[in-house]
Every structure is written in structure tokens, then in C-alpha cells.
């Protein structure tokens, strides 16, 4: 059985940063592909950031991207989002997803991904 814990949410000042971790047990990180979702109440479960089971491909949605980093550290077994230049619109439940061997880390759909953390808040205030 998998299992994907998030950490380092939490209140921060428009214009700070945060770093999530994403740390996983029960299956290692290392060949699979990754990603970050956000969700606000009512609101779809949105893509933010992949990366590729190498580390070395990341991907980005628009509204992230040159502001947020997602990166894996394979021998910790774990995923990162560090946050930069928060703003208010950033506030959401973060969430991780292990997605398929060797994956590219492109998928943008929730249903590009099997496994998934319990989430973690962040909230931006202005």
C-alpha cells in the first residue's frame, strides 16, 4: 500500500514562500512520475506542477510558472514544491500524486495519477 504524506503548509504574507514536501511509503518515489494539485472548495482539483520519474522534466501550469519549483529527491524518497511570490489566489488544499512507471510527469488530469496524499493547506493572506 502506498502512502503519500504532505507537510509544510501553512499562513504566509502575499509575496512570501513556502516549501511542501511530499514523502512517500510503501512504494519508493524514484520510478514513477509526479505531481502537484490544488483544490478550493467547489472547485475542480486543478494541476500545478509535474515532474518526470528522472527528475529532470518538469512541467507547469501557466498561473505557477517562474514562481513555483517542483523537484524529487530520490534517495529521501520524496517530492518538493518550493513556493515563491505567493499571492492570494495561490490559498488552496495541496495535494500529491504518484502517477505510472517511467511517467513523463505531463499529465495535467487528476486521473493521470493512482495515488494520493491527504493534502495540505496554504493560505495566502493579503
Known amino acids: 500500500q502506498v502512502r503519500l504524506v504532505e507537510s509544510g503548509g501553512g499562513v504566509v504574507q502575499a509575496g512570501g514562500s513556502l516549501r511542501l514536501s511530499c514523502a512517500a511509503s510503501g512504494r519508493t518515489h524514484s520510478n514513477y512520475d509526479m505531481a502537484w494539485f490544488r483544490q478550493v472548495p467547489g472547485k475542480r482539483r486543478e494541476f500545478v506542477a509535474g515532474?518526470?520519474?528522472?527528475?529532470?522534466?518538469?512541467y507547469y501550469a501557466d498561473s505557477v510558472k517562474g514562481r513555483f519549483t517542483v523537484s524529487k529527491d530520490n534517495a529521501k524518497n520524496t517530492v518538493y514544491l518550493q513556493m515563491n511570490s505567493l499571492r492570494p489566489e495561490d490559498t488552496s488544499v495541496y495535494y500529491c500524486?504518484?502517477?505510472?512507471?517511467?511517467?513523463?510527469?505531463?499529465?495535467?488530469?487528476?486521473?493521470?495519477?493512482?495515488?494520493w496524499g491527504q493534502g495540505t493547506q496554504v493560505t495566502v493572506s493579503s
Open positions: 500524486a504518484q502517477g505510472v512507471s517511467y511517467g513523463s510527469g505531463s499529465g495535467t488530469r487528476p486521473s493521470d495519477y493512482t495515488y
Open positions: 515532474i518526470g520519474w528522472t527528475g529532470s522534466n518538469t
